[in-house]
Nanobody, 119 residues
Framework: VQLQASGGGLVRPGGSLRLSCTGS???????IGWIRQAPGKEREEVGC????????HYADSVKGRFAITRDNAKNMVYLEMNSLQPEDTAVYHC??????????????WGQGTLVTVSS
């Protein structure tokens, strides 16, 4: 499956943004997550949402501010981002995710979308 993220842009600190993810095939049976990579930094997880949408996991850095939602009827997964801060500036990718050995694992991420948080 190929995934494509979109919806990035420039937002002021404290603002909100919603990213979208779509796939080359139906995403119903996949857990979908988000990862991000800031300039000069290593890639880090944002969170993972189960295929049914009933379970979710978030990195501590975004917990309480970000939420992953999905609309399987539209074959879309969203990342709702609130209270954005400059340190959230990064290229965001959607990816397949699963719980591995003690941690969540992400794979098959496609082209990302840039989010810039700046005044």
């Amino acid at each position: 499956v190929q995934l494509q993220a979109s919806g990035g842009g420039l937002v002021r600190p404290g603002g909100s943004l919603r990213l979208s993810c779509t796939g080359s095939e139906a995403l119903d049976y996949y857990a979908i997550g988000w990862i991000r990579q800031a300039p000069g930094k290593e890639r880090e997880e944002v969170g993972c949402k189960s295929s049914s949408g009933g379970g979710s996991h978030y990195a501590d850095s975004v917990k309480g501010r970000f939420a992953i939602t999905r609309d399987n009827a539209k074959n879309m997964v969203y990342l709702e981002m609130n209270s954005l801060q400059p340190e959230d500036t990064a290229v965001y990718h959607c990816a397949l995710c699963r719980y591995g050995v003690g941690e969540y694992e992400y794979e098959h991420w496609g082209q990302g979308t840039l989010v810039t948080v700046s005044s």
